[in-house]
T-cell receptor
Framework: QKEVEQDPGPLSVPEGAIVSLNCTYS??????FMWYRQYSRKGPELLMY????GNKEDGRFTAQVDKSSKYISLFIRDSQPSDSATYLC?????????????FGTGTQLKVEL | KAGVTQTPRYLIKTRGQQVTLSCSPI?????VSWYQQTPGQGLQFLFE???????NKGNFPGRFSGRQFSNSRSEMNVSTLELGDSALYLC?????????????????FGNGTRLTVT
């Protein structure tokens, strides 16, 4: 079983829809949570990161973390065709030092006109 | 400010050969990490370097190695290539990496090197 599970999709929505992307994780030691967006032939681009449970909003994007149920979500409001990409959730443990992210496999999103 | 630069963008190699990939981090960033991305496994952590020292290592065989130079630039080497090594290799940099109570140094990725092993 992977430490971070993510529905691969693909997910197809009409322009203007609210998109909900979700991940679950198994390791309660994970403390930081991130969402990356990856366009075709590009590297992942950081969208949002959060440390605590609750919501964090940035423009049309809202990241939500529920540590009690080990569930993280990304909501996209008023989705646009330019949002079409693969969305990756990632988690991180605060160790004595070092960066090591554990990623979900990514959800492919297509926003259609 | 220039982003993370990876060279080359594409590589085609034959089984048994070796390959070296290069990464230039964002100016001022001291931590460089390498990830392998495949359709089946997604992004998997290879290793991280900080101030020329390997700080973390993932579960990859010893054929995968890396190093970091004093200017923070990093190289990754794969020896005795196998067909299963075909993947997108991503480099990411951050200011320092996690080691304190406050995490404000997220990873910034390059666009990767697409390696095809035939």
């Amino acid at each position: 079983q992977k430490e971070v599970e993510q529905d691969p999709g693909p997910l197809s929505v009409p322009e203007g829809a609210i998109v909900s992307l979700n991940c679950t994780y198994s390791n309660s030691a994970f403390q930081y949570f991130m969402w990356y967006r990856q366009y075709s032939r590009k590297g992942p681009e950081l969208l949002m990161y959060t440390y605590s449970s609750g919501n964090k909003e940035d423009g049309r994007f809202t990241a939500q973390v529920d540590k009690s149920s080990k569930y993280i979500s990304l909501f996209i409001r008023d989705s646009q065709p330019s949002d079409s990409a693969t969305y990756l959730c990632a988690t991180h443990i605060l160790t004595g030092g070092g960066n090591k992210l554990t990623f979900g496999t990514g959800t492919q999103l297509k926003v259609e006109l | 400010k220039a982003g993370v630069t990876q060279t080359p963008r594409y590589l085609i190699k034959t089984r048994g050969q070796q390959v070296t990939l290069s990464c230039s981090p964002i100016s001022g960033h001291r931590s460089v990490s390498w990830y392998q991305q495949t359709p089946g496994q997604g992004l998997q952590f290879l290793f991280e370097y900080f101030s020329e020292t390997q700080r973390n290592k993932g579960n990859f065989p010893g054929r995968f190695s890396g190093r970091q130079f004093s200017n923070s630039r990093s190289e990754m080497n794969v020896s005795t290539l196998e067909l299963g090594d075909s993947a997108l290799y991503l480099c990411a940099s951050s200011l320092e990496g996690v080691g304190s109570r406050s995490y404000n140094s997220p990873l910034h990725f390059g666009n990767g090197t697409r390696l095809t092993v035939t």
